[in-house]
């Protein structure tokens, strides 16, 4: 059975926004190397259209490692997006799906292969509220935004989470890794 890991980025006062975080070759190379060991990404419509901008890295790439690399793992790799406003998505590998299906995703968690990466704030507290994610691996950057989207904007209820280890880059930004107590009991 894959795991369903929930994995974004925030500023230390909790915000979700791809604008406000600077990331370094280092911190590229972390998450082009997550992405050669994650089967599907998971995205809303928002992150997604943030995400299309690493095509014309592909098109065009920047001759710095990491972010070539990191742009290449992310056009290789399957995507699902859920929106009800986009008409239609061309990127390779990517499906359009309008409503979050628990049945529909308990069944990709069942099928053989590499984990599942949940990678934008909406999907990530929608599948929290359904009890979905296996683990959380959250990048906390030194970076206070003062304002933004919250990352665990609208949980319906507490969880309790264990740490199961951390990794600090050179930048001062920390990944924290949990897994949900309750995932124990399944």
């Known amino acids: 059975m894959r795991k ?6 925030m500023t230390l006062d909790g915000f979700c926004d791809h604008t406000a975080v600077t990331a370094d070759e280092e911190t590229h190379q972390h998450y082009a190397d997550l992405l050669m060991d ?10 997604y259209q943030l995400m299309e901008y690493w095509r014309t890295i592909v098109e065009n790439p920047t001759g710095i490692k990491a972010e070539d690399e ?3 793992n992310m056009d290789k790799i399957s995507k699902i997006v859920f929106s009800r406003t986009l008409e239609s998505v061309d990127w390779n ?3 359009l799906k309008r409503d979050i299906n628990k049945e529909e995703i308990l069944q990709l968690r069942q099928q053989t292969g590499k984990d599942i990466f949940v990678g934008s704030p909406g999907l990530i507290a929608a599948f929290t ?4 994610i296996d683990e959380y691996q959250i990048a906390v950057h030194p970076i206070i ?11 319906q209820e507490k969880l309790d989470l264990k740490l199961l280890k951390t990794k600090t880059f050179t930048c001062g930004a920390i990944i924290l890794y949990y897994e ?4 124990q009991q399944r």
């Open 4 to 9: 369903i890991i929930a994995a974004t980025n």
């Open 38 to 47: 994650a089967g599907v990404i998971l995205y809303g419509r928002i992150t």
């Open 70 to 72: 990191f742009a290449l």
């Open 93 to 95: 590998g990517t499906e």
């Open 129 to 132: 509220n359904l009890g979905l």
């Open 145 to 155: 935004a003062g304002s933004g989207l919250p990352l665990f904007k609208n949980i």
């Open 180 to 183: 949900p107590v309750r995932s």
